[in-house]
């Protein structure tokens, strides 16, 4: 049995149990899959799938928003028609896994840079594979070790927590939290919620001392103002707790991050950039715009080292 990384490209077909097509953007594809719509995926045998045999794994990859590895299945008999293709029975339990928290794009690359020119083996690139299968089965443990000791729920229990509450209101489908929570995960960050008593939990992200606390606001306008500067008492606390109390002997770090839909007034803006606060709005479906102040100090003092 071997196993195949594949990237999402015109000549392969996602579809429901009822032969319905799914269109290839990463939004389509995790809307399906969490949900339990996607079913297969159709792919036409070329280049090195050209040796895909009956029972291989097939992890897919789309770059679409730099979203990563969100599905993975298995191998039917392939089919021996002049155009051959291989329908790939898609595990449902662990794609919908993969589909909430995908394995950043950035990241897979990094393991396995002809990912570009096409599908690729991953019998050739076993430690790549390793990678794959850890994110898999290890990732919520090493966010537990990480968000426990400071109160904060790990992204995939949050996912799970909600999706029994509210399954319309699925924290990485969100517009604005789930590209964050890519961006936090290509940056080899831990990534959980925390209640704090706001509007709506907090994204807060662990990588060894840093900590990083996101409060989204969703009000816009003239409203906004009062709304960010009530939010901004509490995010100082917390960093003040973090710091002074909570786990004083990891000497953690606490940085604080305002996220909103619409993009606020200048004076708002510059306010909380001196206040030592990353600030960020969203531009369209699926991007999040940091200010270029914000950029300078996130990869001052937070980017990948």
């Known amino acids: 049995m071997s196993a195949w990384l594949v990237p999402v490209s015109r000549h392969l077909r996602f579809a429901q149990a009822s032969g319905r097509s799914v269109e290839t953007a990463f939004a389509k594809l995790q809307d399906a899959a969490i949900g339990g719509r996607l079913d297969k995926v159709v792919c036409e045998m070329r280049g090195p799938l050209v040796d895909v045999a ?3 794994q097939l992890w897919f990859y789309t770059d679409d928003l730099e979203a990563g590895v969100c599905a993975y299945g298995r191998a039917r008999k392939p089919t021996k028609t002049k155009k051959p293709t291989v329908t790939v029975a898609i595990d449902k339990a662990r794609t919908r896994v993969l589909a909430a928290d995908p394995l950043p794009a950035v990241t897979i690359r990094r393991w396995v840079p002809e990912l570009r020119l096409g599908a690729v083996s991953l019998d050739l690139r076993p430690r790549a594979l390793t990678v794959l299968e850890s994110w898999q089965s290890e990732r919520h443990e090493r966010d537990i070790e990480l968000l426990g000791p400071i109160g904060v ?13 509210q399954p319309a209101r699925q924290p990485s489908c969100d517009d604005v939290v789930g590209p964050i929570a890519r961006l936090l995960r290509s940056q080899d960050f831990a990534v959980g919620t925390l209640d704090a008593g706001a509007a709506e939990p907090w994204l807060v992200a662990r990588r060894v001392r840093d900590v990083v606390a996101i409060d989204v606001e969703r009000v816009g306008g003239a409203k906004a103002r009062a709304v960010a500067l009530g939010a901004l008492g509490a995010l100082r606390e917390f960093r003040w707790r973090l710091e002074r109390e909570a786990a004083r002997e990891q000497r953690l770090r606490g940085s604080l991050w305002m996220a909103f839909v619409a993009k606020p007034h200048e004076e708002v803006i510059s306010f909380l950039e001196d206040e030592e606060v990353l600030v960020s709005w969203q531009i369209r479906n699926g991007t999040v715009e940091l200010t270029d102040r914000s950029k300078q100090r996130w990869y001052q003092y937070l980017g990948v080292r």
């Open 153 to 165: 729920t790990p992204w995939r229990a949050s996912i799970k927590a909600t999706a029994a509450r």
């Open 54 to 56: 009956a029972g291989d």
